[in-house]
């Protein structure tokens, strides 16, 4: 049984530029959370998915926006990167009944110069 | 607005020292609090789910347990193994849909 999966695992930037992560969630879960985590510090919550539409979002500009696929899977867009988006991202998956057993991928880790 | 504070940020043990990690919570209407362990380069991993106060979970070495402002993990005779941030998180409100919430973890050592 696949869990999460992210890719890339790693990628380097500059400001200004834009860049696309992906997730695939587990097996049979349909709702798909992102997280933004800075050296250190807990996981920040971007927002979630659930049946291709942003249910909640949290203090993050609209520079940052998403996307959910019919089968579930999602992508985590940044526009305009800032040096302060340098950070590991996470996708995490969930069932809708349970939310808050969430399954995290191993991450995205951006830098941007 | 809804808060997770977690102490110490950091804590070192010799393998075999109990002790227990803190998480203080302030939120308008708990759904859920929960418990992950992070390893470094990895993403967290769930260790436990508790609904109400007096509410108590086990896991090994690890039990968790939530009073109506703060939950504490203690850990009983730890092994270098256990080493890992602990995170806690909480979930507001009366949906699923309610976002979840995470303090900024306990990094925890255990010498050998």
């Known amino acids: 049984d696949a869990g999460v999966t992210q890719s890339p695992t790693h990628l380097i930037k500059t400001r200004g530029q834009q860049v696309t992560l992906r997730c695939s969630p587990k097996?049979?879960?349909?709702?798909v959370s992102w997280y933004q985590q800075a050296l250190g510090q807990g996981p920040q919550f971007i927002f979630q998915?659930?049946?291709?539409?942003?249910?909640q979002r949290g203090n993050f500009p609209d520079r940052f926006s998403g996307h959910q696929f019919p089968n579930y899977s999602s992508e985590l867009n940044v526009n305009a990167l800032l040096l302060g988006d340098s950070a590991l991202y996470l996708c995490?998956?969930?069932?809708?009944?349970?939310?808050?057993?969430?399954?995290f991928g191993e991450g995205s880790r951006l830098t941007v110069l | 607005e809804d808060q997770v504070t977690q102490s110490p940020e950091a804590l070192r043990l010799q393998e075999g020292e109990s002790s227990s990690l803190n998480c203080s919570y302030t939120?308008?209407?708990?759904?859920?609090l929960f418990w992950y362990r992070q390893d470094p380069g990895k993403g967290p991993e769930f260790l436990f789910t508790l609904y109400s106060a007096g509410e108590e979970k086990e896991k090994e070495r690890l039990k968790a347990t939530l009073t109506k402002k703060e939950s504490f993990l203690h850990i009983t005779a730890p092994k270098p193994e256990d080493s890992a941030t602990y995170l806690c998180a909480v979930q507001a409100g009366g949906s699923s849909a309610s976002k979840i919430i995470f303090g900024s973890g306990t990094r925890l050592s255990i010498r050998p």
């Open positions: 097996s049979g879960h349909d709702t």
């Open positions: 995490a998956s969930s069932s809708l009944s349970n939310t808050g057993e969430l399954f």
């Open positions: 998915y659930y049946e291709e539409e942003e249910r």
């Open positions: 939120v308008s209407g708990l759904r859920g």
